[in-house]
C-alpha cells in the first residue's frame, strides 16, 4: 500500500502544478483551461478513491504505515527525522479531506466566472490539501507545528481572495495575527514536550503519559505538573485556531470570504485540523481532568451562545458563520466528555451539512444578484426549487431531526453525556437541549426568511432569479445525499465497532463505558425517543414560523425592553472590539511606524540597498499572486513574526526548567 499513499499525496501536487500551468500560460486559452480543470477534478477525485480504499485495508489489516525520511535536524541536545506515519486515523481524515475539496472545487466551477480568480482559488485549494494530509500524517509535533503554520497562511489567502477590497486585505491579514496568536501556546507545549520527554515524536510521547503523571516543570520558577502545562498548551492553540468562545470574532472576519473557502475554512482548514490534533493526543488529554472540563464548558458556552447570536443576524453568511462555530462546539463538549469516536461522528455530520450550507448560500447569493441581507429576500422557493430542497435537507441536518446525520451523531452525543453519570453530564444536557432548540429557531428562520413569505427583491433582482447550473448542483448533490445516509450508515464505525476501526489511536475506555450506560437507560424506550425528538421539532417550528412572521414587531419590543442584552448578543460580547484594541490595533500602528520609518531611508521594504535585490523580485512574484498592498502586507508580517519569535526566544531560555 505504499503506492497507494505516495498518490493520495502526490495527486494533489500534480494537481497544483497543472492549475500553475494554466493560470500562467493558458491565460488567453478557455477552452485547454477547463479541459485542465476537469482533469484536475478527476485527480482530486481518484485520491479521495484511493484514500477510502487505503482507510478500509488499515481497519482490515490492523498495521499502520510508517515512512522514514531524511534526517533535518541534527543537534546534539536534539535530532528530528522526516518522518510519515498513515494509520486508520490518518487515512480517515485523508478521505473525508480529500473528498470535500473535490466536491468544492467542483462546485467553484459553475460559480467562479474569472479564468484567473478561477485557477487561483484551485491552487490554494490543492495546497490546502497538500498541507493537511502532510499534517495528518506527520509522526512529529514539530512537523505538525509547521504545517499548521503553512496552513494558517493558505487560510488567510483564502479570506482575502477579493484582495483588491482593502477590508478584505484587513480582513486577512487580522486572521493572520491571530493565528500567531494561537501559535503562542502550541510552541510553549513544544518547549514543554522538549525538556519532559526530549523528543517530539507522538507516539513516543503518548506510550510515556503514565510514566510522568508525577513530573513537574519550573515555569519562571514556579514548579507546575508537566502534563496538565503541556495539555493546556495545546488545548489553547486547538480553541483559538477553531473558533471558539472568546476567539470566535476572529473567524468573523472569514465572512469576507467566498462561501467556498468559508466552506474549507469552516470545516477542514481550522476545525477539522484542531479535532484531529486532540484525538491523536487523546491519552494526554485523557490524563488531564480540567483541560477536559474547559473543553465541555468552552462547548457548551459556543453551542449556546454563538447560536443566539445566530438567531439575532440578518446576513445569511454571518448565520452560517456563527452556525459553524455553534455546531464546533457540540464536537468539543463530547471531547470534553472523552468521547473522541463521537467527537469524529459529529464532526463528520458536520462538515457534511455545513459544507451543504455554504454551498447553498452561495447558490442563493448569485441568484440574487450578489444580495447577502436576509431582510431583502423571500418567495424564492419556486424559482429555485433545487437550491431549496439541497437548502432544507441541510438545515434539517443542521437540527438534527431524526432519520438525518445530524441526529445519529447529536444523540450519540446525548448518550454520552447521560451515560458519564456525573452532575455535569446533565447539565450538559440541560444545555445541549437549549442550545438545539435555538438552533432549530435560527434554522427555520432562515428557510422562511429566504425561500417562504413575499418576495422582497426588486424588480430589476427578480428578472435575473435562476437555478444554479449542474456544476454547482452536482456537489451539493453529493453532500445532501450524506446528509441523508451518512449518520445511519457510519454509526457502527464511530459507535459500535471503535476498537475494530481504531485500535489503540485513541483513549476509548471512557466512552464506551459511558455508551454502555447510557443503553441500558435508553433501550428500554427508544419509541419514546424518536417520538420526543419529532414533537420537540415540530414545536419549535411552529414557534419559528409564527414568531418570524411578526420578527420586526418583536425585534423591536426586544430592543426597547432589553437593549443591552440585545446589543450584547448582537455585537457577540464584543469581544471584537477587545480584539481590536488590544491585538489589532497594536499591529496596525507597529507597520505603520515601520512604515514611516522605513520611508526616510527606502521607497520599498525591499529596497534597503542598492539596485533590486533577489528579495525584491520574490516579492513582485508574491504581489502578483495575491495582494497588491504586499508593501504593508510585509510589514505586518514582519511585526507579527518577531513578537512570535521574541515570545518564544524569552519562553525557551528562561521561561521553562525541567525539575
Known amino acids: ?52 480504499v487505503l482507510w478500509i485495508h488499515l481497519i482490515s489489516t490492523g498495521h499502520s504505515l510508517n515512512y522514514q525520511g531524511v ?11 522526516w518522518t510519515l506515519v498513515v494509520d486508520s486515523l490518518s487515512a480517515f481524515f485523508f478521505t473525508v479531506s480529500t473528498t470535500v475539496c473535490t466536491l468544492v472545487c467542483l462546485y467553484v466551477q459553475g460559480s467562479i466566472n474569472s479564468a484567473s480568480r478561477l485557477c487561483r482559488f484551485m491552487i490554494y485549494v490543492c495546497v490546502g490539501l497538500i498541507l493537511t494530509l502532510l499534517l495528518v500524517a506527520s509522526a512529529h509535533l514539530l512537523q505538525v507545528f509547521i504545517f499548521w503554520a503553512l496552513l494558517s497562511l493558505v487560510v488567510c489567502l483564502l479570506v482575502g481572495f477579493v484582495f483588491e477590497d482593502k477590508e478584505v486585505q484587513k480582513a486577512s491579514l487580522c486572521i493572520f495575527v491571530l493565528d500567531r496568536v494561537g ?20 507516539e513516543g510521547i503518548v506510550n510515556f503519559i503514565p510514566h510522568y503523571a508525577d513530573q513537574t516543570l519550573l515555569i519562571f520558577n514556579t514548579e507546575v505538573l508537566a502534563l496538565p502545562f503541556i495539555a493546556s498548551c495545546v488545548a489553547m492553540a486547538c480553541l483559538v485556531k477553531s473558533g471558539q468562545i472568546g476567539f470566535h470574532f476572529g473567524l468573523y472576519h472569514a465572512i469576507k470570504a467566498p462561501m467556498a473557502s468559508c466552506a474549507l475554512i469552516f470545516t477542514l482548514f481550522t476545525v477539522g485540523v484542531s479535532v ?7 491519552l494526554l488529554f485523557d490524563s488531564v481532568d480540567w483541560v477536559r472540563a474547559l473543553f465541555l464548558w468552552v462547548g457548551l458556552l459556543s453551542s449556546v451562545f454563538l447560536a443566539l447570536v445566530a438567531s439575532v443576524k440578518h446576513n445569511i453568511k454571518h448565520v452560517l458563520v456563527c452556525a459553524s462555530c455553534s455546531q464546533t462546539g457540540y464536537i468539543y463538549v463530547a471531547l470534553g466528555l472523552s468521547g473522541y469516536g463521537v467527537a469524529l461522528f459529529l464532526w463528520v455530520t458536520f462538515v457534511l451539512f455545513q459544507t451543504l450550507l455554504f454551498l447553498g448560500g452561495r447558490s442563493i447569493m448569485r441568484a440574487l444578484s450578489q444580495e447577502s441581507n436576509m431582510r431583502l429576500m423571500g418567495g424564492i422557493k419556486n424559482k429555485i426549487p433545487i437550491t431549496y430542497l439541497f437548502m432544507g435537507i441541510g438545515c434539517l441536518s443542521l437540527v438534527g431531526v431524526p432519520f438525518f446525520s445530524g441526529f445519529f451523531s447529536k444523540m450519540s452525543l446525548f448518550e454520552l453525556a447521560l451515560g458519564t453519570g456525573s452532575i455535569w453530564g446533565r447539565i450538559s444536557l440541560g444545555i445541549m437541549a437549549l442550545s438545539i432548540l435555538v438552533t432549530a429557531y435560527y434554522a427555520l428562520r432562515l428557510m422562511w426568511g429566504v425561500f417562504h413569505g413575499s418576495m422582497s427583491a426588486n424588480e430589476q433582482v427578480k428578472a435575473h432569479i435562476e437555478e444554479s447550473p449542474a456544476k454547482m448542483l452536482v456537489p451539493m448533490g453529493f453532500l445532501a445525499f450524506g446528509c441523508i445516509l451518512a449518520g445511519y450508515l457510519s454509526y457502527g464505525f464511530f459507535i459500535e465497532n471503535n476498537q475494530m476501526v481504531w485500535g489503540n489511536q485513541m483513549a476509548l475506555g471512557k466512552q464506551e463505558l459511558a455508551l454502555a450506560i447510557a443503553e441500558f437507560y435508553t433501550t428500554a424506550s427508544p419509541k419514546l425517543m424518536w417520538v420526543g425528538s419529532i414533537l420537540v421539532f415540530g414545536f419549535m417550528a411552529f414557534f419559528a414560523l409564527k414568531f418570524y412572521e411578526r420578527y420586526s414587531y418583536v425585534s423591536r419590543m426586544l430592543v426597547k425592553a432589553a437593549p443591552e442584552l440585545y446589543s450584547f448578543i448582537n455585537n457577540s460580547a464584543y469581544t471584537g472590539r477587545i480584539y481590536g484594541t488590544l491585538i489589532e490595533a497594536p499591529f496596525w500602528k507597529s507597520s505603520t511606524f515601520l512604515n514611516s520609518g522605513l520611508k526616510k531611508h527606502a521607497t520599498n521594504l525591499f529596497e534597503l540597498a542598492n539596485g533590486v535585490t533577489i528579495l525584491r523580485k520574490i516579492s513582485i512574484k508574491v504581489n502578483r499572486l495575491h495582494s497588491r498592498n504586499i508593501n504593508k502586507n510585509v510589514k505586518i508580517i514582519l511585526v507579527a513574526g518577531v513578537l512570535v519569535t521574541g515570545i518564544f526566544v524569552s519562553f525557551l531560555f528562561w521561561g521553562v526548567k525541567s525539575s
Do not use: T
Open 1 to 52: 500500500m505504499s503506492w497507494v499513499f505516495a498518490f493520495i499525496i502526490g495527486l494533489p501536487v500534480i494537481s497544483c502544478g497543472i492549475e500553475i500551468f494554466s493560470w500562467s500560460l493558458l491565460k488567453n486559452f478557455p477552452k485547454p483551461q477547463r479541459m485542465l480543470h476537469g482533469i484536475v477534478i478527476a485527480l482530486l477525485l481518484c485520491g479521495g478513491v484511493l484514500s477510502l
Open 276 to 282: 484531529y490534533l486532540i484525538c491523536r493526543l487523546s
Open 71 to 81: 534526517l533535518w535536524w541534527d543537534f546534539p541536545f536534539l535530532k528530528v527525522n
Open 183 to 202: 501559535e503562542i501556546p502550541f510552541l510553549m507545549g513544544l518547549w514543554g514536550c522538549y525538556v519532559l520527554f526530549k523528543d517530539f515524536d507522538i
